[in-house]
């Protein structure tokens, strides 16, 4: 019998993630919603937000970019950000956006996965983009300017707003409602994840998943609080996590537009700025990865600031042990609560519910229609309460498939719809513990680092014979490292650095060797020619 959530399942509605957080029955509002933190007399409101993304939409409709086609953006958060994900899901195309700090090759393989048929650039970030786009083969009258304030044509690129409608011709542009099965169907957001295994992949959300799991989550927040979703209690909230993640893509976005909390929206991270408009604007509740709980136990900054209007930390994407969950919870006063989740199950899957603090370490309970099987090696389902197992998961909120990937799709989920987690769980009364990762995966920062993608780039150099990528964790944090067998006339005189070098030349930061680089006259495999990850793992431990 598989473990279901203790709470009552939610009734969520078949439709248009636009019929869902601006329903015609409720009168717009007008008041500052998504605000801009470094400069605060900008914002918009989510009247103001429903124009932008009608603007958007028909100037999508007049590029002639068909329905199910990606929009995508490189950018650094800011507030239009959030008028292209609802503007593209909305239109019934696809959201999809790039991490700013990539490289010219890992932003030209998203756009060739994802087939980008429009790419929004920040300034900043052009030469990159064009770079990219290049590679991709995509057109210059595709890619777009895109920031906060105009800009003028770069190297034929235009600036985004020369494609938006007029006000008037926007206000007439309807939404297909999507209602019923349309729902389930059509993809609203592509996010990349590598799953249990290879290279990152496009996860196809639909629009029904995005609604339930923003449903799901507002639930979970208020349970066993004096609030509710139609009285939030006083909130505002501040938006540095990034939004081409779908973590920060249901708080900002969805939830802080269905609540009507104020959500300031911060670009570039920087933790002294973090806690500057924490202390400024009063916030009161944030969305974190467990670096930033990190360094607000460890960094002498937060004693410059007065942060005590802060009451709620959620924290998910990576684990967080619970000594310094609790040490910084007492110091701040404050509760922090654990989720589990992955971009797979739009966001999020098991949480720890509203104001409740947890001493254990445990991500909380399995939020409202979301089923969970524990399964052995040998595929067998575990009943035993406490005893560890591989998290399979059900519920309206997993992904549809993979992007244009069959296999990848059949391997994780079921014919009966479970999805196969690749984390290793246990639970006890309802409760669960995330105790183990049975996949490849990396998480440096709570940002994903594939294993393939690095074992790819380290065979593209000429003296590598064989290597393999596995994570390490030093001071409580997972780092890449790899095992490297070089060809014969290379040994004893290729260096660790010129592989760090190489491999540093065409990643993002948080993929490069900072875990190292060990030499190994065979890399481990299984006979099937399966890279033995565990034992390189575990002689890591020995150094
Ligand atoms: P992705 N503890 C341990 N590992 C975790 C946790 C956690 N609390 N949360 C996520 N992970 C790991 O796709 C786990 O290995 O999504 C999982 O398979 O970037 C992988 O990260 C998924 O990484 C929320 C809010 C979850 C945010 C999130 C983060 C989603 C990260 C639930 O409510």
């Avoid at 019934?92 to 700013?100: D, S, Y």
């Avoid at 019923?180 to 496009?202: D, R, V």
């Avoid at 006890?428 to 690095?454: F, S, T, Y």
Wanted: hydrophobic content about 40%.
């Amino acid at each position: 019998m598989p473990y279901s959530s203790p709470y009552p399942d939610l009734d969520i509605p078949k439709q248009n993630i636009l019929s869902y957080l601006f329903p015609p029955s409720k009168p717009l509002s007008t008041k500052p919603l998504w605000i801009d933190a470094q400069n605060p007399s900008v914002s918009l409101s989510q009247a103001q937000m429903l124009l932008w993304i009608k603007r958007l939409a028909v100037g999508l409709d007049r590029l002639g970019i068909p329905e199910q086609r990606a929009v995508m953006v490189f950018t650094p958060n800011h507030m239009y950000v959030c008028a292209a994900y609802l503007a593209a899901a909305g239109s019934k195309r696809l959201f999809t956006g790039a991490n700013p700090i990539y490289t010219v090759n890992e932003v030209a393989h998203q756009m060739k996965a994802i087939e980008a048929a429009v790419v929004l650039i920040h300034p900043d970030l052009l030469e990159t983009g064009i770079a990219a786009a290049k590679q991709a083969h995509i057109s210059t009258d595709r890619l777009f300017i895109f920031s906060d304030s105009e800009s003028p044509t770069t190297q034929g690129v235009r600036d985004w707003r020369s494609i938006l409608a007029s006000e008037s011709e926007a206000e007439a542009w309807q939404w297909d409602p999507l209602d019923g099965e349309a729902s389930l169907q059509t993809i609203a957001a592509i996010n990349f994840s590598s799953g249990t295994t290879g290279l990152p992949k496009g996860v196809c959300i639909s629009h029904r998943s995005l609604i339930t799991n923003a449903a799901q989550c507002m639930f979970n927040k208020f349970e066993g609080t004096q609030y509710s979703q139609d009285n939030p209690g006083p909130e505002r909230w501040l938006a540095f996590l990034p939004l081409y993640h779908a973590y920060s893509q249901l708080w900002t976005i969805n939830i802080a537009c269905k609540l009507q909390v104020p959500v300031y929206v911060m670009g570039r991270f920087n933790f002294d700025d973090f806690l500057k408009y924490i202390e400024q604007y009063k916030v009161t509740a944030l969305q974190v990865v467990p670096p930033i709980i990190v360094m607000l136990s460890k960094r002498p900054e937060t004693a410059k600031y007065d942060i005590s209007s802060l009451k709620h930390l959620f924290c998910g994407a990576a684990p967080l042990k619970s000594e310094l969950q609790n040490e910084v919870s007492k110091r701040f006063n404050l509760v922090i609560g654990q989720g589990w989740g992955m971009t797979e199950t739009t966001c999020a899957g098991i949480t720890m519910p509203g104001m409740t603090m947890d001493l254990t370490g445990s991500i909380g309970y399995l939020i409202p229609n979301t089923e969970a099987m524990l399964v052995d090696d040998d595929g067998k389902e575990i009943t035993k309460d406490g005893e560890p197992g591989e998290l399979w998961l059900r519920g309206p909120q997993m992904l549809l498939c993979y992007w244009r990937n069959e296999k990848a799709t059949k391997e994780s989920i079921t014919e009966d719809k479970w999805f196969k987690t690749g984390d290793v769980a246990i639970t006890k009364r309802g409760l669960w513990w995330i105790v183990d990762r049975k996949k490849e995966l990396i998480k440096v920062n709570g940002l994903q680092v594939a294993p393939a993608e690095l074992e790819a780039i380290l065979l593209e150099h000429p003296d590598v014979a064989d290597a393999a990528a596995v994570g390490i964790t030093i001071h409580d944090e997972e780092i890449p490292r790899a095992y490297v067998a070089l060809q014969e006339q290379a040994k004893g005189k290729t260096t660790e650095e010129d592989i760090k070098k190489f491999v540093a030349s065409k990643v993002a930061k948080h993929k490069r060797l900072e875990g190292g680089v060990k030499f190994v006259d065979e890399v481990p495999k299984l006979a099937s020619g399966k890279i033995v990850r565990k034992l390189m793992k575990e002689w890591a431990k020995q150094d």
